[in-house]
């Protein structure tokens, strides 16, 4: 069976896609080997088994308790934070963490010990789970919290699914005044207006760069700040979330050219102004502002494409995040998501965490082939040099090498692996 | 009608379960029946932690007719009060061929599939009739509009339930108490999760969805989604020499 992830790249085929619908019920004999897929939000290979089983755990969606004097919530692991936040929001409990989208399951946020726009003050969504319970092909079902299982705690966040099926977790959220947010915007010059934004901003809860990737020379990291905060007027009742539009199929490969993006970001920049432009957002808009075209991936036709996250150490970032925009707009490659941020000091929750204390940029490339493939190696090249690391959720190509790099303690994992579970990006990042 | 206390039998099913999240939400009580105490428990917590008004549930196997009566009786004695509807949700999807060998298989199917909603839905309309008020919904099938060779005994157990439903719909029609057949038509669940998918698939929460209005608003044989309507307008009027060659 085929199954794509949300880059479309690579397209894989399954020996099987088994639904899974009820948490106590014994994990599936199969022949090959098995792994848990939530909402494949990943973009590339960690999340595709080739030739082998996916788990598929969206069925496994159900609340177990929700206590709302204290804030803690126990569910099933296919639940996805967006159904999560549904039931939360509205009686005053939010998620500490969530990625930009909330078509993201529980299992898939701890397996990837996924980030925000807020990993400064908050960490990784994993530092927010107390306990989780393990499936795994023996048979055994192991409840894993620090004080019990702290090494099998550990490695299943940011595990990438190696370590067994989590069936359901349990999970700590924060207080809310509102489920609204007060966001503001302004327009960044350059990549140093960038630092110095981060900078005045550490006050706020919030904090992302979107990144006009084609801009050059003095003009290089120009684009929009947008820093935000939880809003502290309640607003009743809540505004309905859920995508609006959707892209029906495929757009032609073409589509998204360098003059397309061009014109998008001249657009998109036109929305921020010198000063800073006040907003107040629900927070489905402004947390998750792509969730309200579902698809959207299809806009980059057949071929697919292929995101680029990597952090480098702080110290000389500047130097490092430039070197790759100029390599990006270089090659003319149409980023049409580039996005930047400053993590903060906290320690990843997991054993292969990728957020570290450091500067994280992301981009999007349209996948055309040897030409692209050979440019993320080059981007790899200065982020290796800078002792950075690569995201395994967004990647479908990083050589071993970079990989070992990133994250010098892959053993440990390879060690609490369980031997029925694998994935085309661990085969591939192992090798 | 906006509702109050419901009763959902056969409260595991995918379907079922989706209809009381959508009640849970409503603010509406809740009784939940099932065979499978690990099931029946993860359900009962869901929509308890979701905030519901109330929610309980009795473990019972549905093929035991004998038991209605009384499962009926603690319906709504759990709730606190005379329900406002009930939804008759226990079904199952026979192995067609391992049936067509083994007719012992073929009646247990039809026990479950037939028999036994029509005997719950007899104690619901005897209970509800004296009141003239309630609601009795139950999942019948687009498969029971016309037998098939590939599906003919869950066919015809669902178009059994679908013809005695509606003689009980009319033997209701004076007292107020109503009565609606549900026609789903593909339903994306656990029960059919070895098909291939097409644009005919529903999710479980829309086919809830229109449920759960049928409860509020009533009705007669509702197909959901709604184009299973021309659909099978249009498979039932096909003549019998045409449709018994067809491979469908
Ligand atoms: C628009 C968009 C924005 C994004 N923004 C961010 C962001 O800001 N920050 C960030 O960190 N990420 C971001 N991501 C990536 C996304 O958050 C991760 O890839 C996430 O892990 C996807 O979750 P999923 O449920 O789709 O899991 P999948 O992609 O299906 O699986 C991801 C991994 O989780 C494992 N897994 C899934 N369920 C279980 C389970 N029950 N038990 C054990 N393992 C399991 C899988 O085996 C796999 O290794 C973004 C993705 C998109 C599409």
Redesign the pocket.
């Given at each position: 069976m085929s199954v794509r992830?949300?880059g479309n790249y690579p397209k894989v085929e399954h020996a099987a896609v088994i639904p899974l619908a009820w948490r106590h019920e014994a994990l599936p004999k199969v022949g090959g080997t098995m792994?848990?897929?939530?909402?494949?939000?990943?973009?590339g290979d960690?999340?595709l088994n080739e030739g082998g089983t996916l788990l598929a755990?969206r069925g496994l969606d159900r609340l177990i308790a929700f206590d709302r004097t204290t804030g803690v919530l126990r569910c099933e692991?296919?639940m996805t934070l967006g159904q999560i936040l549904a039931l939360a929001a509205p009686v005053g409990w939010f998620l500490p963490v969530v990625?930009?989208?909330s078509?993201?399951?529980v299992?898939?946020?701890?397996?990837?010990d996924?980030?925000?726009k807020n990993h400064h003050l908050e960490g990784t969504f994993g530092a927010h789970v107390r306990r989780f319970e393990l499936a795994r092909s023996d048979g055994t079902r192991i409840e894993c919290a620090p004080p019990t299982e702290p090494a099998l705690f550990r490695a299943t966040i940011a595990g990438?699914?190696l370590t067994?099926?989590?069936?359901w977790a349990e999970l700590r959220l924060k207080r809310i005044d509102s489920a609204m947010f007060d966001v503001e915007t302004t327009r960044m010059d350059d990549l140093g207006h960038f630092f110095a934004l981060t900078e005045a901003s550490a006050g706020y809860e919030y904090n992302v760069a979107w990144v006009d990737a084609l801009a050059k020379g003095k003009d290089l990291g120009r684009g929009l700040f947008i820093r935000a905060r939880h809003s502290s007027v309640a607003i009743h009742p809540m505004p309905e979330a859920g995508a609006r539009l959707a892209m029906p199929f495929d757009l032609p490969a073409a589509t998204l050219n360098r003059h397309s993006v061009s014109l998008f970001n001249a657009l998109y920049r036109a929305r921020g102004s010198r000063g800073w432009q006040h907003t107040h957002e629900p927070y489905s808009k402004y947390l998750f502002p792509?969730d309200g075209i579902a698809h959207w991936n299809r806009m980059y036709g057949k071929p697919g494409f292929v995101q680029h996250q990597s952090v480098v150490p702080r110290t000389d970032a500047p130097l490092r995040v430039r070197a790759i925009l100029e390599a990006v707009a270089e090659a003319g490659d149409a980023s049409f998501l580039t996005v930047l941020k400053v993590f903060g000091d906290r320690e990843g929750a997991g054993l292969l965490s990728f957020p570290r204390p450091g500067v994280t940029l992301a981009l999007d490339l349209p996948m055309r082939g040897a030409a692209t493939l050979e440019l993320l190696e080059r981007l790899d090249a200065i982020v290796r040099d800078a002792g950075g690391a690569i995201y395994p959720?967004?990647d479908a190509r990083m050589s071993p090498e970079t990989f070992r790099a990133s994250f010098p303690r892959w053993e440990e994992l390879e060690r609490h692996r369980d031997p029925a579970f694998s994935?085309s990006f661990w085969r591939r990042v192992t090798r | 009608m906006s509702l109050q206390r419901v009763a959902i039998f056969g409260a595991t099913s995918a379907i079922a379960q989706a209809v009381a999240r959508q009640l849970a939400a409503k603010g509406v009580r809740l009784h939940l029946v099932g065979r499978d105490p690990a099931k029946l428990e993860a359900v009962r917590a869901d929509i308890a932690a979701r905030g519901s008004a109330g929610v309980s549930v009795t473990l019972a196997d549905l093929d035991e007719t004998a038991r209605h009566a009384a499962l009926v009786e603690e319906a709504e004695q759990s709730l606190g009060g005379a329900m406002d509807a009930a939804l008759i949700a226990q079904g199952t999807l026979p192995d067609q061929v391992a049936c067509e060998h083994d007719f012992a298989l073929a009646e247990r199917e039809i026990l479950t599939n037939f028999v036994a909603p029509a005997s719950l839905a007899t104690h619901l309309a005897n209970r509800f009739a004296p009141r003239g008020t309630g609601r009795i919904v139950a999942i019948s099938s687009v498969a029971g509009d016309r037998g098939r060779a590939s599906n003919y005994v869950y066919g015809s157990a669902k178009g059994g339930l679908s013809i005695f439903l509606s003689g009980l719909r009319a033997r209701l029609n004076a007292t107020g108490v109503g009565v609606v057949t549900v026609k789903p038509g593909f339903v994306d669940t656990p029960m059919t999760a070895a098909f291939k998918k097409g644009l005919l698939w529903a999710a479980p929460e829309k086919i809830a969805k229109g449920i759960v209005s049928a409860m509020e608003h009533g009705g007669a044989e509702v197909y959901l989604p709604w184009f299973w309507w021309p659909i099978m307008f249009a498979i039932r009027h096909l003549p019998e020499a045409i449709f018994v060659r067809l491979k469908i």
């Open positions: 992830s949300w792994l848990p897929s939530g909402l494949a939000r990943s973009y960690s999340c755990t692991a296919g990625p930009g989208t078509y993201v399951t299992g898939g946020a701890i397996a990837n996924v980030h925000g990438l699914g067994g099926l989590v069936t792509l959720a967004k994935s | -």
